[in-house]
């Protein structure tokens, strides 16, 4: 799974935003040489530079596609944030005396 948000690396760590030359991913990598977001499209693009093929996909399906896992990155990004708002307004709660 690509890593799309900075926050996965450590706060001091060497981190460079990649463009993904299959998919067209935005990604975070930890290496300077990094050309691909996964394992998945560096496997693709072997694929298509050892076969008579450019390309087994048009250009619509890997769109779709990068779409796909950046909408199910973000989805979970919206989940933890909705459960740490949750939990900051529970300790706000517990911290303010009820009004009467």
């Known amino acids: 799974m690509p890593k799309l948000d900075r926050s996965d690396f450590k706060y001091n760590a060497k981190v460079f935003e990649k463009t993904c030359l299959w998919c067209g991913t935005v990604y975070f990598a930890s290496r300077s040489t990094a050309k691909y977001c996964s394992s998945t499209c560096r496997g693709y693009a072997n694929q298509a530079k ?16 990068a779409l796909l896992s950046e909408n199910a990155y973000l989805k979970g990004q919206l989940q933890r944030y909705v459960f740490e ?13 009820p009004k009467d």
């Open 50 to 65: 050892n076969s008579e093929e450019v390309l087994p996909y048009d250009e619509t399906d890997k769109m779709i596609s």
């Open 85 to 97: 708002n949750q939990q900051l307004q529970d300790k706000l709660n517990q911290q303010m005396p």
